[in-house]
């Protein structure tokens, strides 16, 4: 038989044949413990970490942004803040340092490791648990507002992750009810101070408007004095002419006498009392303005306009703020209140263990190859190129008998038996203790989706 067969020269393989299926097999069965020591050990850390990880439940409640009751067009409400911007502004407030430390007090958050950290540690720790998820609408123009959104606390204990979710709840609601509620109180205090204020300049106005009008009809007194002046002038004169004729004792010298003298009191009088008030006068009242009482007149009128409108904008402040106390404006309500959950959020297992199992297949991969490139043993023909020329090396074919034939086709017969009796038995088991395949490929995507 070998002489019918014949001595090959041999030719030098190709890369890409030397590197042949059998060859990785041939590698396998004698580096079989360089494999699997490192696999399972690897495996075995893996999986340890997979199930000793601790579960950690997630508690959510669910907040829905409830339109204003009344219409719009009747109240208009003093909020008009977008609704996501809202809850940024509420979970800013409720989640300062003094809130979180005694939230975690109250709920012993730390209980175990509060010794160990600093107080920065629990607020970074109890921060990075709380989850605030808006869910958001896209409206005209590409603008986004939040119509609802999720508070959540995720924690080792599912029973301590619902009371905190459901007191980060509590704290929203109360949050906004007093925001919305203070916001509208300084509003209104802010316009009635307004209105006091222009109450106080439009009397003013009034008082300077009807005080310069005293002044000018005081003014038109002078001319009364100076009659009273011209009178008591011509008096005197004809005092003098009658002297020359009548004696001093004379009924009209006497008449004339008394007469002057109750003009001149009365003159002096009115001289007096004049000069006072409008001393008076001059002294309380400002500066005329450039345009005389005129333009006092058009200043008034349009502080008058203005404290109209302020008016108006003090009664729509008053029915916003009744509206806010009254929680008929837009508000927050809980639609889905948290519960103790049954399946931890985290970690995914079955994601850990397929890493694990891939880091374990490629460590043991990895082992295998360095045991081999620095053994020096002689495995393959492709070896002795680096010993011996091609030249001199022949190949010589196995000749298999029949026996050897025979038992590698029953080899070969009883794996495909054993192969089919493992099909048709998976089949069986699936079909009996497993639920539907739709069922089951719900649940397998469901758990692969975390």
């Known amino acids: 038989m070998l002489e019918r067969q014949g ?24 580096r079989l413990l360089h494999f699997f020591i490192p696999f399972l050990l690897i495996l075995a850390i893996g999986t340890l970490v997979t199930f000793a990880w601790p579960a950690r439940y997630l508690s959510e409640s669910k907040i829905l942004i409830s339109s204003q009751e009344i219409p719009t067009e009747l109240v208009r409400p003093t909020v008009a803040t977008l609704a996501n911007e809202r809850i940024q502004i509420i979970q800013q407030r409720i989640l300062t340092r003094d809130n979180l430390l005694a939230l975690a007090k109250k709920f012993q958050l730390t209980s175990g490791w509060q010794r160990l950290v600093l107080g920065t540690d629990v607020v970074d720790f109890i921060k990075d648990r709380i989850k605030i998820r ?11 507002a939040a119509i609802a959104f ?23 609601l109360n949050e906004d009810v007093r925001s919305r509620t203070n916001f509208a109180s ?69 008449a004339l006498k008394r007469k002057l003298e109750a003009l001149k009191k009365a003159s002096a009088s009115a001289v007096d009392t004049k000069g006072a008030a409008l001393t ?36 729509a402040a008053r029915m916003g703020e009744a509206l806010e106390r009254g929680q008929h404006s837009e508000r927050l309500e809980v639609i889905e209140q948290a519960t103790v959950p049954k399946k931890p959020d985290s970690p995914n297992r079955p994601k850990i263990f397929g890493i694990s199992f891939v880091v374990a297949l490629m460590a043991a991969g990895g082992f295998v190859f360095a045991a081999e490139a620095s053994n020096p043993a002689i495995r393959r023909r492709t070896d002795l190129y680096s010993l011996i020329d091609s030249h001199l090396i022949v190949a010589i074919p196995y000749v298999s ?50």
């Open 134 to 144: 808006p869910l958001e609408l896209t409206l005209q123009g590409d603008r986004k």
């Open 7 to 30: 001595f090959q020269t041999y030719q030098p393989e190709e890369s890409g044949q030397s590197l042949s299926l059998g060859h990785f097999f041939g590698v396998l069965r004698r």
């Open 186 to 254: 300084e509003t209104t205090k802010f316009l009635d101070d307004e209105v006091k204020r222009l109450e106080n300049e439009v009397s003013n106005a009034d008082a300077q408007v009807i005080a310069w009008r005293d002044r000018k009809l005081a003014g038109t007194g002078t001319d009364s004095l100076e009659d009273s002046s011209k009178e008591i002038a011509a008096l005197q004169a004809e005092l003098v002419v009658k002297s020359a004729i009548y004696s001093d004792t004379h009924p009209d010298i006497l």
């Open 150 to 172: 999720t508070v959540g606390f995720d924690y080792e204990q599912p029973q301590v992750a619902t009371k905190v979710a459901n007191e980060l709840v509590t704290m929203i």
């Open 401 to 450: 008998t029949k026996r050897e034939a025979r038992r590698r086709r029953n080899k070969i017969l009883v794996a495909l038996g054993i192969l089919l009796v493992a099909l048709v038995g998976g089949a069986v088991a699936m079909y009996v203790f497993l639920p539907p395949l739709d069922v089951l490929f719900s649940k397998v995507m469901t758990i692969l989706a975390r």
């Open 280 to 315: 008076k006068t001059n002294a309380a009242l400002p500066a005329l303005p450039a345009g005389g009482i005129d333009a006092l007149v058009l200043k008034r009128q349009s502080l008058r306009e203005e404290l109209s409108s302020s008016r108006q904008k003090l009664a």
